[in-house]
């Protein structure tokens, strides 16, 4: 094992620190952009892991090495994620850097691929992929002794911006609570996914989760988020370790859950039986384009969700949905004190009984157009 003798040193020009070693006739350098003593403790240990490692010069090409990690992945992850996998290296990873020495690639190699994407308009979060695949791949590498490379000096460009998501309007919401039909083969018809369309979008469940839901997952007024549906009808964990959560429904969507049970009563222990995801975005699609509201994917009932709720503080937000502290959300321990979770549902229902609620111009609440017609209170 060959030791290190020297120590990393301060780049005024560069603004970091970096040491060159060399191992078997291999020069490496190494480096850390954190200021003062930590960060020449982060490249010196940096080097020291390589020279630590026993790798020695090959001529590996990133290409087959991506290859093998590709099938490893295929063993161990779902569908929707093995197609991740191969999508990003098909598009980015084999394409700029396939060609490249496993062992000599770094921190420009890297960059380039994430400045190309940018200057193609790629957006900000695919950007986030791409790189987030980069270091899930460098870390299989390092494990399998075929690189000691740390990404470090790497960051999303700039120029890289978030697209826009479409979401309903209020209006679309006014219509969303108040008609219940749709059209079919020329005639109005009750919608038989609406209070799933209803629920979706008063709860911020991601479509998967909605179809992955069972009737065991509802206690009173809480719902156990515990799994999710792929569009190959895989069940998975969910999206991420935020995906299993639990919250307390707001009034507006408990109601939406009691009709449910009500009106489909369903004998696969399923909450909701959807058909399939293709299916239901187009029946969805159909409802909103015979309804005049604007046109979104049931994915956007999430966003629509995160939109109304954005002015309440975030650290509620992310427990409902299921991001990280860390996401640009506007969690799991969000709600730590007994009886908050229940709090945040009585904002939560305010907010849409307030966006949702149909306009009054003569004092009286009138049905939209293919409304069922409004019961008169006792």
Not at 54 to 73: D, K, L
Not at 183 to 193: I, T
Not at 206 to 221: A, V, Y
Not at 344 to 352: E, H
Request: hydrophobic share 35%; net charge positive; aromatic share 8%.
């Amino acid at each position: 094992m060959t030791k290190r003798t020297n120590t990393a040193k301060w780049s005024d020009k560069h603004h970091r620190w970096q040491i060159n070693v060399q191992m078997d006739g291999k020069r490496r350098s190494f480096y850390s952009s954190t200021p003062g003593r930590t960060g020449q403790r982060e490249a010196n240990a940096k080097a020291d892991a390589w020279l630590e490692s026993g790798i020695t010069a090959t001529g590996e090409r990133v290409e087959a090495a991506f290859q093998q990690f590709q099938q490893e992945q295929k063993e161990l992850c779902s569908t929707t994620e093995y197609n991740h996998v191969v999508s990003i290296g098909k598009n980015w990873i084999v394409p700029y850097l396939g060609w490249k020495k496993m062992l000599s690639l770094c921190d420009g190699d890297v960059q380039s691929v994430l400045d190309k994407a940018a200057a193609l308009g790629r957006s900000k979060k695919t950007i986030q992929d791409i790189r987030g695949m980069i270091g899930k791949f460098l870390k299989w590498a390092r494990r399998n002794k075929k690189t000691a490379y740390f990404l470090d000096d790497v960051h999303i460009p700039a120029s890289a911006r978030l697209k826009g998501k479409t979401v309903l309007q209020p209006k679309d919401l006014q219509t969303l609570f108040a008609v219940d039909t749709t059209v079919y083969k020329g005639k109005r018809v009750k919608e038989e996914y609406i209070h799933a369309y209803r629920f979706q979008v008063l709860t911020g469940l991601r479509p998967g989760e909605l179809r992955g839901l069972r009737k065991e997952d509802i206690d009173g007024t809480r719902v156990f988020v515990r799994r999710s549906v792929n569009v190959f009808g895989e069940e998975t964990r969910g999206k991420n370790e935020n995906a299993l959560r639990s919250f307390v429904l707001s009034e507006l969507a408990l109601q939406e859950l009691e009709a449910q049970f009500r009106e489909y009563p369903s004998k696969s222990g399923l909450v909701f039986d959807l058909p399939s995801p293709t299916a239901y975005r187009e029946r969805w699609q159909k409802y909103c384009e015979v309804n005049a509201m604007t046109k979104t994917t049931p994915y956007e009932l999430r966003h629509t969700f995160v939109s109304v709720a954005k002015t309440l503080p975030a650290g509620e937000v992310k427990g409902l949905v299921g991001h990280s502290q860390s996401m640009d959300t506007f969690g799991i321990y969000g709600h730590a004190l007994q009886g908050e979770d229940a709090a945040t549902a009585g904002k939560i229902n305010a907010l849409f009984e307030t966006l949702a609620a149909p306009a009054e111009e003569t004092g009286e609440k009138k049905d939209p157009p293919g409304a069922t017609p409004s019961r008169p209170e006792n």
